[in-house]
């Protein structure tokens, strides 16, 4: 941020507006915790997934993440910035196969949007499973579930 600030020609002594605008877009990054996110993926593991995110977010998804308590949770993160790719490039979901050591066929991606998460884990062979809470896809041609508690019985019936 401070290096934008200097390149477009704006002063930020002591760097206070470097650090207001880092601030906001953690607070603007910050994943939103549903009731039922802890206990679905205490879940998940105790049941043996492996679990890893796949996000278009910043870097700080990893702080907020530890923030949550979540981080322990998951065997990767990959992140967009560091694939040089966003959803639904195949690329991106490459690198989380890789991190995962798992052929696509073995895997699921679980995700909110239809573009992002469906067509691009379709796109490299994984199967996706929409998480559709407020119902915005209910034609979807995938797997829907309304939130992650339902997604331990549909795992068991795949």
Known sequence: DRVILRNVGIPDPGDRLARAIADTFEK???PQQFPETRSALEGL???????NVISNAIDSLRKNLDRLDLTRYFDSITLSQE???EKPDPAIFRLALERARCAPHEAV???NDYECDVVGARGIGITPILIDRDDRYPRADCLRIRNLTELRSLLGRL
């Open 28 to 30: 603007l990054d910050m």
């Open 45 to 51: 593991r105790q049941r043996g997934y492996r679990l």
């Open 83 to 85: 694939a040089r790719a």
């Open 109 to 111: 991606h679980v995700g």
